[in-house]
Every structure is written in structure tokens, then in C-alpha cells.
């Protein structure tokens, strides 16, 4: 009997690691592993989840119980996945459309659940993860902005540098030449820190 395991904040491969080492730890076979996701052969004893739990915490991690949570982490997954983990030529997505087929809800309830558990909209969590990409593209120095605008699926550089700089303050080209880097992790993205 397999178990499914929801987890909130795993962003990236190394998140993965992370997350599969504290349940072998905790004595759980993991069969498979993907960004917020995690199943096991068997289930865990509650002690064994009690130190899971806690070891996932001291890792900024956590077991999604409801349903709500976990749809809002799978939101999140999938745009992460789009934005960040795809090659420089990706084809044109519209976010809406992808995120309803592929969690088969209608995209206005997603968008109100999402904004009642994050207190931002799909649309500015987006917009906040495309930002966070764009920091990271021109820290590489490996892509032209042109190149960069249209993997992100901005409609002109100008108007990738104009979000930019009213997300950050700074134009991409002043982010560029400022040795500080102004990079957030991707899990807190969605946080008015």
C-alpha cells in the first residue's frame, strides 16, 4: 500500500534530496519523488511522522494535510516548474488555461483559493517567480534581455524592464551592475518580506 505525501516549499532538486533523505531517515521506503510530492510503499507509525514532521520543519518543509493546501502548493509547483525549470526556448503558455486543464478546476476558483491562502493573486505570484527568474538569467550573463523577455513570454524587453523595475527598484541593467545580490528564495516569493 503506497502513501502520497504532499509537501509545501520544495522548489527545487536539491529540495527533493532533502525531503527524500528526512523520510528514509524516519524509516519510510520512498518510491517516488517530484517537486511537492513524495509516495512511499508504506505508511509511517505516528511516531515516525511526529519526527518527520519536525525534521521537515527545521528545513523550512511541511506535510500538506488538506485539500485546499495542497492545491495551492500544486499551483505552485507547476508555475515554478514552468518558469524556472525550463530551457531558454519554451514555447508560449497561457498560465490560466495550463494550470486549469492540468488540475482540472476551473481557473476562477483556483485563483480565489490561491489568494485566500497567499494573500497575493496567481497573476502577482507569477509575475513575482518571473522576476526571480530574470535576477537569475542576468546574474549567468548568458542570454541577451531580448532573449530572456521571450522565454519569459514578456511581450518586449520594455516591457520586462518596466516590471522589473517596478518589482525591484532597479532597471535590469542597474540589477546587473550592482555586485548585491538582490536574489529571494523561490519559496518565499509569495511573502511581503
Known amino acids: 500500500m503506497s502513501t502520497l505525501f504532499h509537501i509545501k516549499n520544495m522548489v527545487c532538486d536539491r529540495c527533493k534530496h532533502v525531503v527524500k533523505t ?7 521506503q520512498v518510491t517516488r519523488v517530484a517537486l511537492g510530492e513524495i509516495e512511499t ?8 511522522l511526529n519526527s518527520l514532521n519536525e525534521t521537515l520543519h527545521s ?10 493546501s495542497r492545491t495551492v502548493e500544486k499551483i505552485k509547483t507547476l508555475l515554478l516548474e514552468l518558469i524556472h525549470h525550463q530551457s531558454i526556448v519554451s514555447p508560449k503558455i497561457n498560465y490560466s488555461d495550463y494550470l486549469s486543464e492540468t488540475i482540472h478546476r476551473d481557473y476562477s476558483g483556483l485563483s480565489s483559493l490561491f489568494s485566500s491562502q497567499e494573500g497575493i493573486t ?4 507569477i509575475i513575482r517567480q518571473k522576476i526571480e527568474r530574470v535576477k537569475e538569467l542576468l546574474m549567468y550573463d548568458e542570454h541577451s534581455l531580448t532573449q530572456i ?10 516591457h520586462l524592464s518596466t516590471q522589473f523595475k517596478k518589482v525591484t527598484g532597479l532597471t535590469p541593467s542597474q540589477y546587473k551592475q550592482s555586485a548585491v ?8 516569493v509569495s511573502k511581503n518580506i
Not at 22 to 28: C, W
Not at 41 to 48: D, K, P, R
Not at 122 to 125: A, G, K, T
Open 181 to 188: 545580490n538582490q536574489r529571494r528564495s523561490l519559496d518565499l
Open 149 to 158: 523577455a521571450d522565454t519569459l513570454q514578456y511581450s518586449s524587453v520594455a
Open 59 to 68: 528545513f523550512g518543509f511541511e506535510i500538506l494535510d488538506d485539500k485546499a
Open 41 to 48: 510503499s508504506s505508511s509511517l507509525s505516528s511516531s515516525q
Open 122 to 125: 496567481i497573476e502577482q505570484y
Open 22 to 28: 528526512a523520510f528514509e531517515k524516519a524509516g519510510a
